[in-house]
């Protein structure tokens, strides 16, 4: 290949050296000199650049022979595994030459992962463009399984069962799963767990914090019905919301906890979702700060916890982290319209930078900090953030009469190929456990199993913000997060099968879509307490 210098008059050739190819359909080229493709990289670079002075007829003469050699090749058949893109199949042609612990790290994860992505580990059946197939029932037989009783070593994690529950009922809605038999269960488990001061805990006696409060509402909603919808003490939690409520504009997580995005994304979603009053009480501490609602100052804090990299921190002047990303986006879409309060409260260009610094080649999934290693988990924490991203730059969708959406141009801003790849590849367990992972080096959870269906979801899914969108409820503050509609991802090339597409969670409530509406209606129409 012949380039010109800019500024200067003079060509200089830059020589790729070819690398051997395998001849024979499916032969594999193993380079002998070294024990580990990954050892000594540094030393031996992907691609070996030779820069020489050149003169116009060298170069006239190589542009000839290019066409040529490139006219000659005779067009082949190529094996199915030949569908996968190099991307995910070979190791990255640029490597840093300083060597860490965490460029090791790096190493052994694609090292585990290159197996699964380039359609060679065994026991896997491969569709033609090298994705295994969703192990749907596995999977759900995981979930209810994480539903029923648990081992006693579960004991440790006694104040994570809201969570528990609500991974599973959210993991088993995004498979397409009925979860109303539930309903009872969960009433039982949550009404001792509630407190009179408002608010739940994580389990009996124990304060209410906001973490596990969000679990706990997500899971009732996702249920539903009478019953479990009036078990939630809507006038507590408004006064107990207004405690956490802190004069920077934040919002802490529990009485006497800490402040941080979490504790601003959890009240939101319960204020909007249970229809409370914007007001404080009168009796909260903020008042005092000149705050009387609860979004006063609230954009502003956020926008401080955007840092220097472009991310999102947990608070003001800490690292950049994935899951904050998605809650600060999530809070702003909550606000207000995306394509307005976003970009009037970050830095949008740092941010998509930022993020789209997170997903790696070849895994093609998600890390969550910069020089951190995959993660299945961020399939949600991260993937998630893009559809918030994109109604923010192609602003609001018109509905037609027949419901449709008129849909902007838009490109995407990540690859939903690339995420689904690591997915389907790397993160199921391909035993008979079932379950999703973080990769193929762990085990199954049900955390994982979430956020990494999650994910998938958001990957198949278009999701836009709708102006004309029909809202069960119109009234009052906060209806932004009841304004999204979605439609099917359509691509010219599908690498999954229709059989693996799983269920629409809502981008901003992490829910099954229409329930968040549902809910909504149904507390608005109890009218203020």
Same mark, same amino acid.
């Given at each position: 290949?012949?380039?010109?210098?800019?500024?200067?008059?003079?060509?200089?050739?830059?020589?790729?050296?070819?690398?051997?190819?395998?001849?024979?359909?499916?032969?594999?080229?193993?380079?002998?000199?070294?024990?580990?493709?990954? $050892?000594?990289?540094? @030393?031996?670079?992907?691609?070996? /650049? #030779?820069?020489? *002075? %050149?003169?116009?007829?060298?170069?006239? +003469?190589?542009?000839?022979?290019?066409?040529?050699?490139?006219?000659?090749?005779?067009?082949?058949?190529?094996?199915?595994?030949?569908?996968?893109?190099?991307?995910?199949?070979?190791?990255?042609?640029?490597?840093?030459?300083?060597?860490?612990?965490?460029?090791?790290?790096?190493?052994?994860?694609?090292?585990?992962?290159?197996?699964?992505?380039?359609?060679?580990?065994?026991?896997?059946?491969?569709?033609?463009?090298?994705?295994?197939?969703?192990?749907? $029932?596995?999977?759900? @037989?995981?979930?209810?399984?994480? /539903? #029923?009783?648990? *081992? %006693?070593?579960?004991?440790?994690?006694? +104040?994570?069962?809201?969570?528990?529950?609500?991974?599973?009922?959210?993991?088993?809605?995004?498979?397409?799963?009925?979860?109303?038999?539930?309903?009872?269960?969960?009433?039982?488990?949550?009404?001792?767990?509630?407190?009179?001061?408002?608010?739940?805990?994580?389990?009996?006696?124990?304060?209410?914090?906001?973490?596990?409060?969000?679990?706990?509402?997500?899971?009732?909603?996702?249920?539903?019905?009478?019953?479990?919808?009036?078990?939630?003490?809507? $006038?507590?939690?408004?006064?107990?919301?207004?405690?956490?409520?802190?004069?920077?504009?934040?919002?802490?997580?529990?009485?006497?906890?800490?402040?941080?995005?979490?504790?601003?994304?959890?009240?939101?979603?319960?204020?909007?979702?249970?229809?409370?009053?914007?007001?404080?009480?009168?009796?909260?501490?903020?008042?005092?700060?000149?705050?009387?609602?609860?979004?006063?100052?609230?954009?502003?804090?956020?926008?401080?916890?955007?840092?220097?990299?472009?991310?999102?921190?947990?608070?003001?002047?800490?690292?950049?982290?994935?899951?904050?990303?998605?809650?600060?986006?999530?809070?702003?879409?909550?606000?207000?319209?995306?394509?307005?309060?976003?970009?009037?409260?970050?830095?949008?260009?740092?941010?998509?930078?930022?993020?789209?610094?997170?997903?790696?080649?070849?895994?093609?999934?998600?890390?969550?900090?910069?020089?951190?290693?995959?993660?299945?988990?961020?399939?949600?924490?991260?993937?998630?953030?893009?559809?918030?991203?994109?109604?923010?730059?192609?602003?609001?969708?018109?509905?037609?009469?027949?419901?449709?959406?008129?849909?902007?141009?838009?490109?995407?801003?990540?690859?939903?190929?690339?995420?689904?790849?690591?997915?389907?590849?790397?993160?199921?367990?391909?035993?008979?456990?079932?379950?999703?992972?973080?990769?193929?080096?762990?085990?199954?959870?049900?955390?994982?199993?979430?956020?990494?269906?999650?994910?998938?979801?958001?990957?198949?899914?278009?999701?836009?913000?709708?102006?004309?969108?029909?809202?069960?409820?119109?009234?009052?503050?906060?209806?932004?997060?009841?304004?999204?509609?979605?439609?099917?991802?359509?691509?010219?090339?599908?690498?999954?099968?229709?059989?693996?597409?799983?269920?629409?969670?809502?981008?901003?409530?992490?829910?099954?879509?229409?329930?968040?509406?549902?809910?909504?209606?149904?507390?608005?129409?109890?009218?203020?307490?």
């Amino acid at each position: 290949m012949t380039c010109v210098i800019k500024g200067k008059k003079s060509h200089h050739r830059v020589k790729f050296n070819r690398r051997a190819m395998a001849m024979a359909m499916g032969e594999k080229v193993v380079d002998t000199s070294s024990p580990s493709p990954l $050892k000594n990289q540094a @030393q031996r670079p992907a691609s070996i /650049l #030779q820069e020489t *002075p %050149s003169s116009k007829a060298d170069i006239e +003469a190589e542009i000839d022979e290019d066409i040529v050699y490139a006219s000659s090749q005779p067009m082949t058949e190529e094996p199915l595994v030949s569908m996968i893109p190099d991307t995910f199949k070979e190791y990255p042609p640029l490597r840093d030459l300083l060597q860490t612990q965490t460029s090791h790290l790096q190493d052994q994860t694609i090292q585990e992962c290159l197996p699964f992505l380039s359609g060679a580990e065994a026991g896997l059946t491969y569709n033609p463009y090298g994705v295994p197939h969703l192990n749907r $029932k596995k999977h759900i @037989q995981f979930l209810h399984k994480q /539903l #029923q009783k648990l *081992p %006693s070593a579960y004991v440790a994690a006694d +104040a994570s069962r809201p969570w528990m529950f609500y991974w599973a009922l959210a993991g088993l809605s995004t498979l397409g799963q009925d979860i109303s038999s539930y309903r009872e269960k969960i009433i039982a488990t949550c009404r001792p767990i509630q407190n009179v001061t408002g608010g739940f805990g994580g389990g009996n006696g124990q304060m209410s914090h906001l973490a596990t409060t969000y679990a706990n509402v997500l899971s009732i909603a996702m249920v539903g019905g009478p019953e479990a919808l009036d078990m939630i003490d809507r $006038k507590a939690m408004w006064k107990w919301l207004g405690s956490l409520k802190m004069s920077s504009g934040g919002f802490r997580m529990a009485v006497g906890g800490e402040e941080d995005i979490r504790g601003a994304y959890c009240a939101l979603i319960l204020i909007t979702l249970l229809s409370l009053p914007l007001d404080l009480p009168q009796d909260a501490s903020a008042r005092s700060s000149n705050l009387a609602t609860f979004i006063d100052g609230l954009p502003e804090w956020i926008s401080r916890c955007q840092t220097f990299e472009g991310g999102i921190g947990a608070r003001p002047n800490v690292e950049a982290h994935g899951a904050y990303a998605f809650l600060a986006l999530g809070c702003l879409c909550i606000l207000g319209e995306p394509h307005i309060t976003i970009p009037q409260y970050l830095d949008v260009p740092g941010f998509i930078s930022w993020l789209s610094a997170r997903q790696y080649a070849p895994e093609g999934g998600f890390s969550g900090r910069t020089n951190k290693l995959v993660d299945g988990c961020y399939s949600h924490w991260v993937g998630g953030c893009w559809p918030l991203l994109e109604a923010c730059l192609e602003g609001p969708t018109q509905q037609t009469e027949n419901g449709s959406s008129l849909l902007p141009t838009s490109v995407n801003l990540y690859s939903r190929e690339g995420l689904i790849r690591y997915i389907l590849c790397c993160c199921q367990d391909t035993g008979s456990r079932g379950g999703l992972r973080d990769k193929p080096s762990h085990r199954s959870d049900s955390y994982h199993t979430c956020y990494v269906l999650a994910g998938l979801s958001s990957a198949q899914h278009k999701w836009h913000f709708n102006t004309s969108a029909k809202k069960r409820e119109s009234s009052g503050m906060l209806v932004s997060p009841y304004q999204w509609t979605s439609n099917r991802c359509i691509k010219t090339t599908q690498i999954y099968d229709e059989e693996d597409i799983v269920e629409t969670l809502h981008p901003v409530f992490v829910i099954p879509e229409g329930i968040a509406e549902e809910t909504r209606a149904y507390f608005a129409s109890k009218g203020t307490f």
